[in-house]
């Protein structure tokens, strides 16, 4: 019964450098959502991800970040060249079918995380 | 742009007092709302969720909230809380918008803290 997966739990990279996070959604989902939290806000959404489609990034910085699903493996989400203020808890969720439509009673099931910090 | 607010950060309570923690969005179309806990160290937890119908629901370990669609709240609330209840608690809303609003917006949280 794995929940949502995601590793590393903890991640220290140096300025300029790049970060990857991963997450496995739950068994049968196929949808993928990613969050970022800064220290005292709350979650912020960044990306929403079918399998190998983006569906809506509206909350993604233009620059230095991408999120993939490929058809096989885990969602990633690559922050490139990376600065002191991309230190941040990292939240992945999945859930079976997409919430935002209006036949969906669905919510979406969140991991651990992924706490980034950048020396 | 739709808005989650929290009214408070931090509340402080003891065993077996009553609970209510506000939460109010700015979004006037139709919204999926959903109350998240996260223990220490843990995930977000589903606490509850409303979609339609009942607008009083209830969720696990003796949570319940109230949609009132004119006031534009989900108010959390527990009878008597425990000292395990001690978390971070967050209101979130998913909106309807065209082709889907997919991600959630999330209030700022309210840390509990329940002493023994």
């Known amino acids: 019964n794995a929940g949502v997966m995601q590793n590393p739990r903890h991640l220290v990279r140096r300025r300029g450098q790049e970060a990857r996070l991963r997450c496995s959604p739950m068994k049968g989902h196929s949808h993928v959502y990613w969050y970022r939290q800064l220290p005292e806000e709350g979650l912020k959404f960044m990306v929403y991800?079918?399998?190998?489609?983006?569906?809506?990034e509206s909350g993604m910085p233009k620059e230095r970040f991408s999120a993939e699903f490929p058809k096989e493996g885990p969602s990633i989400l690559r922050i490139q060249q990376v600065v002191r203020g991309d230190s941040a808890a990292y939240f992945c969720?999945?859930?079976?079918?997409?919430?935002?439509?209006?036949?969906?009673?669905?919510?979406?099931?969140f991991g651990d995380g992924t706490r980034l910090s950048i020396l | 742009a739709q808005s989650v607010s929290q009214h408070n950060h931090h509340v402080i309570l003891s065993e077996a007092a009553s609970l209510e923690l506000g939460c109010n969005y700015s979004y006037g179309g139709t919204v999926n709302l959903f109350w998240y806990v996260q223990y220490p160290g843990q995930h977000l937890q589903l606490l509850l969720k409303y979609f339609s119908g009942d607008p009083l629901v209830k969720g696990i370990k003796g949570f319940e909230a109230e949609f009132i669609k004119s006031k534009f709240s989900f108010n959390l609330r527990k009878p008597s809380v425990q000292w395990s209840d001690t978390a971070e608690y967050f209101c979130?809303?998913?909106?309807?918008?065209?082709?889907?609003?997919?991600?959630?917006?999330f209030g700022k949280g309210t840390h509990l803290i329940i002493q023994p």
């Open positions: 991800l079918q399998k190998e489609n983006i569906i809506d």
């Open positions: 979130a809303v998913g909106s309807f918008s065209g082709g889907g609003a997919d991600g959630l917006t």
């Open positions: 969720a999945s859930s079976p079918e997409r919430t935002g439509s209006f036949n969906s009673n669905q919510p979406q099931h």
